[in-house]
């Protein structure tokens, strides 16, 4: 069984910076690929980020050029650094892992974006 632990969320001003992290119970590298995903009240939750076993990352329109995905295989560890932070990046932040047909979630961490 798999199991992903993230932290690093919190309160920030609108323009700061954060850098979430996930802790997977195995190593990284053996899984097809790695995600972020958020959810903000009352909406559904949405894709905001991947990382691949090749390398590969890909990211939403609404995050392009703000977050960067990355992974330290040493530590099993992936992370999202958010920069240039807005208000509508204001949710809970959850980390993903995919091993083929399987699918592994962690409980999430809340990042709010307030002046």
């Known amino acids: 069984q798999v199991q992903l632990v993230e932290s690093g969320g919190g309160w920030v001003q609108p323009g700061g910076s954060l850098r979430l992290s996930c802790v997977a119970s195995?190593?990284?590298?053996?899984?097809?690929?790695m995600d972020w995903y958020r959810q903000a009240p009352g909406n559904q939750r949405e894709w905001v980020a991947e990382?691949?076993?090749?390398?590969?990352?890909n990211y939403a329109d609404s995050v392009k050029g703000r977050f960067t995905i990355s992974r330290d295989n040493a530590k099993n560890t992936v992370y999202l650094q958010m920069n240039s932070l807005k208000s509508e990046d204001t949710a809970v932040y959850y980390c993903?892992?995919?091993?083929?047909?399987?699918?592994?979630w962690g409980q999430g961490t809340q990042v709010t974006v307030s002046s």
């Open positions: 195995g190593s990284t590298s053996r899984f097809n690929a």
């Open positions: 990382l691949t076993s090749d390398g590969s990352a």
């Open positions: 993903r892992a995919i091993r083929g047909i399987y699918h592994y």
